[in-house]
């Protein structure tokens, strides 16, 4: 059976440096929305976004993203960019985005 989790944020989330941060730019919410989303996918796999693309023919791993997350190519591109910046995210390899707070903030589903 494989397990399903689910993310859990604390009481001080929003409060941490990255997404005050992001919070207080012109349209911070929605990226901070486009974060929480993609910790619930990252959530399943150890906190990767990783592409299912072949990497020979794979021009941009954001252009996955984008279409993944249904976003312009743009907003993905700017998203990595404050992402990384803030310590967010983490490239680890052509094709390989970690989120630490997907594996930090991780609980398991009760159900299974």
Known sequence: MNKKFHIKLTKDFFMRDGIR?????????????????????????????TSSADSRIMIMFEDELAVDFGVSLE?????????????LLEVKGKGDYFLKDAVDLRHEDEDN
């Not at 907003?75 to 310590?87: D, I, Q, S």
């Open 21 to 49: 941060w992001l919070l207080k730019i012109p349209g911070g919410a929605f990226f901070v929305n486009l974060y929480l989303e993609m910790l619930t996918v990252a959530v399943n796999s150890n906190g990767h976004l």
């Open 75 to 87: 907003t993905m591109v700017l998203a990595v960019k404050l992402f990384r910046e803030h310590g």
